[in-house]
């Protein structure tokens, strides 16, 4: 048996409990003192803000199609270190952009990163349906091994050890850990997905540690941290920003902020500096570019609309400033962002645009810009036409709002995916 210094938690569907299994198992080994390196597949940011909470260091998007099997390679084996790396998979095992177990899904992803992967299987109301449809997953895994089942909404211990003796006697793969229906466990969400860390009551992690019963001599004989070996190659990246000073939007408003997308601006010589509009900060006076990120301007409207950061954005862009803006980034540049209640709040109103919330998804997929730049759509608003000519040229999705030197769509992009392009977009050229 190969012993693997990480693995992927996957399940059978969203909505399965993986994100619980995962934050569980997370919370378990850290408790135990054993160093974990966390990573999240697909181009999620609420699932590694909750990483960082128990891991105390960054978790990092690995996704085949928006971060390229090479890159997720080298990602994963330079963050993981001597750690033991935790991938927690994206949807159902085989759900991705293309075909069954095709680019951007979970599946690609083990077989890119060459490592096993644990099943979550929602039991509730089910016995021994289990084989069959475990015998399925098992049977389609090609290029990887499904190495271990972690069975979620367990009724009993009985109910448990049933489970295990059945996967025992099918030859298929054991019964890990399990978890009961405690249901003070399951995570709060909302329209993008969970509620982020420092929202809510947090979850007691020690609480989630001890609800997973994890079967310890079977995980040890599976999976152990190794040191990485040898250099791990990456990427050289030009140093196109080199002089340049990037403000970056980061507060309870602003967060959907990829690591690897700050490391990329610094590898490329950019000086980062953070500010908070909700927290009404100074545009920093040495800004070369700004980057609004997306979040949830929407729960913060009030705030923001009485913010002077805007309004130092609005000058800014009105003078000629660089900006990139994404999705909530992208509203808050507007003139008006109606809430989910209906109430209309004005905004920087740099770009004539007035964004809507909407009960519905509005948006949802992966994006390539022709320059080769990278991203993904995930909004529940919806824009008003206005005249302003696109700013991305894409076969689908938002094409964005140009005016001058600002940059706005719904598209989160993936500044690794081509670091010469977003230097472009930052104004690189400018200097």
Not at 279 to 287: F, I, R, T
Not at 291 to 306: C, H, I, M
Not at 360 to 365: E, F, I, K, S, V
């Amino acid at each position: 048996m190969r012993v693997s210094p990480g693995f992927i938690i996957a399940a059978t569907q969203s909505r399965s409990g993986k994100t619980t299994m995962t934050m569980a198992l997370m919370a378990r080994l850290v408790r135990d003192h054993h160093a974990i390196a966390p990573f999240k597949a697909g181009p999620d940011y609420l699932d590694p803000a909750w990483h960082r909470e128990i891991a105390k260091r960054p978790s990092y998007n690995l996704d085949t199609f928006m971060v390229g099997p090479h890159a997720c390679r080298s990602l994963f084996h330079e963050k993981r270190g001597d750690a033991l790396g935790i991938v927690e998979g994206v949807m159902g095992l085989y759900d991705g952009k293309t075909g069954v177990g095709g680019v951007g899904s979970t599946a690609d992803l083990a077989r890119v990163l060459d490592l096993p992967v644990l099943l979550v299987v929602n039991v509730r109301g089910m016995a021994g349906s289990l084989i069959p449809l475990v015998k399925g997953f098992v049977d389609a895994a090609d290029g990887f091994v499904i190495a271990g089942i972690l069975a979620n909404q367990v009724g009993s211990k009985h109910h448990a050890q049933r489970l295990a003796d059945w996967l025992l006697d099918h030859n298929l793969p054991p019964l890990i850990g399990w978890m009961g229906r405690e249901e003070s466990l399951i995570l709060q969400e909302r329209h993008l997905g969970l509620t982020l860390p420092g929202e809510t009551i947090p979850p007691d992690f020690h609480r989630l540690a001890d609800a997973l019963n994890l079967d310890w001599q079977l995980f040890s004989q599976r999976f152990s941290p190794t040191p990485a070996q040898g250099p791990v190659e990456s990427n050289k990246i030009e140093p196109l920003l080199c002089g340049r000073t990037v403000a970056v939007a980061q507060d309870a408003a602003f967060n959907f902020i990829y690591p690897a997308n700050v490391e990329c601006l610094q590898q490329m010589g950019g000086h980062v500096i953070f500010f908070s509009p909700l927290a009404g900060d100074p545009l920093p006076a040495s800004s070369h570019a700004v980057w609004l990120p997306g979040g949830y301007p929407e729960l913060f409207a009030e705030r923001l609309s009485t913010s002077p950061t805007l309004t130092d954005i609005r000058e800014f862009g009105l003078r000629g400033g660089v900006i990139l803006a994404e999705c909530g980034g992208m509203m808050a540049l507007g003139s008006q962002l109606v809430d989910h209640h209906g109430t209309s709040w004005p905004m920087a109103g740099l770009l004539p645009i007035r964004t809507t919330m909407t009960p519905r998804l509005a948006g949802l997929g992966y994006r390539e810009e022709v320059s080769g730049v990278r991203g993904h759509e995930f909004h529940h608003s919806i824009r008003e036409p206005c005249s302003l000519p696109p700013a991305f040229v894409m076969e689908r999705g938002d094409l964005g709002l140009r005016l001058g030197n600002v940059r706005a769509s719904y598209v989160h992009w993936y500044f690794p995916s081509a670091p010469k392009v977003i230097a472009d977009w930052l104004g690189a050229s400018k200097t």
